[in-house]
């Protein structure tokens, strides 16, 4: 099992800086992809951004340019961050970290970002 706990989540207002972080740990493994993902409410869950283990990234068009992933590897854990600058009111929803590995795909519980205008 993987357990996923993410922090940094906040109010925050328009034009404002976060970040966010998911501390991964358990059956990690070398091999994996993290995700962090979006809910607003009323809404599907989006994907917002990727990160490899050989650390390539991907994004989103509607964060591309203002958030940032980046990925801390350990042993038998990892840490996975989404910075994110020049908030906007439509970034608000709760984010959720993914771990894909070859063993399963698991999900943290979220953590909520507000952005006020």
């Known amino acids: 099992q993987v357990q996923l706990v993410e922090s940094g989540g906040n109010l925050v207002q328009v034009g404002g800086s976060l970040r966010l972080s998911c501390a991964a740990s358990g059956r990690v493994f070398a091999i994996n992809t993290m995700k962090w993902y979006r809910q607003a409410p009323g809404k599907q869950r989006e994907w917002v951004a990727t990160?490899?283990?050989?650390?390539?990234?991907?994004?989103a068009d509607s964060v591309k340019g203002r958030f940032t992933i980046s990925r801390d590897n350990a042993k038998n854990t990892v840490t996975v961050y989404l910075q994110m600058n020049s908030l906007k009111s439509e970034d608000t929803a709760v984010y959720y970290c993914?771990?894909?590995?070859?063993?399963?795909?698991?999900w943290g519980q979220g953590t909520q970002v507000t952005v006020s205008s």
């Open positions: 993914n771990l894909w590995n070859t063993v399963g795909d698991y």
């Open positions: 990160i490899d283990n050989i650390g390539l990234t991907n994004y």
